[in-house]
């Protein structure tokens, strides 16, 4: 009797939850704007992934694609209908903000029965000319960029960032993820930023990277594969001293992960 209850329970919570996802709708959303070389892009967003990529035209490439669930189909086309994204283009910069409404959260089964409860997500795939500054917010998400140029600010809440091949400087702020930075060219100079709470963070510079240095874990270690001229004694969950000629400041900081700093 216990066992037969069980499978009437599964398969009841089976059926609500299939009826619930019924309620689901998705939309794309594409737009080209011209951006040439040295500008400037910014997005904000609130749920939903960002993808980043280059290219060798002078205009960004905007698309994404909306999706909003809710336990019955029309309050779904209402969440969809006020999901906007908002494109505002001035001189040689072009900005993209999120604006989603705010969905009532009663619990589980509010969601399975479709009381005014809901969610919406936004995720992009962005494409940029090379050798612009961005700035990228989302808050659930995760950011991921291959071959940006120029100065990157990415931030996100909950959510991993991954650049791979960028050139410039690249700041990254998270908190439950992991942080993995590949530069194959650095602009010297500048100070970089890595900071997340519960994840680790693994970044990767090119031979002749200088930095002044200063890393700190609470729970992991710390490897660097650059000589370092210490400015401190050498403890395993922290890390100051001089790579290369020094210059500007790289700032690594984890609380639940361990730090490497390695060379291309």
Known sequence: MRILKSHVLTVVVFLLTSAAFAGEIRERFEKTCPLARNGYFSLENTNGAVRLSVWDREEVRIEAEKVASAGREEDAKKLLAATEIIVRQGQNRVEVITRTP?????????????????????????????????????????IKAQEISGRADLETTNGGVDVTDAA????????????????????????????????????EFPQDFSATLSASTTNGRINCDFPLTMQSAYERTSLEGRIGEGGGKLTLETTNGSISIRRR
């Open 102 to 142: 705010q969905c009532s959260d009663g619990g589980f089964w509010d969601w399975v029965f479709g009381n005014g409860s809901g969610r919406v997500a936004v995720t992009y795939w962005i494409t940029v000319p090379r050798d612009i500054d961005l700035q990228v917010e989302t808050v659930n998400g995760d």
């Open 168 to 203: 410039g400087s690249v700041s990254v702020e998270t908190t439950n993820g992991r942080i993995a930075i590949s530069l194959k060219q650095v602009n010297r100079g500048e100070s970089m930023q890595f900071e997340t709470t519960n994840g680790s963070i693994v970044s």
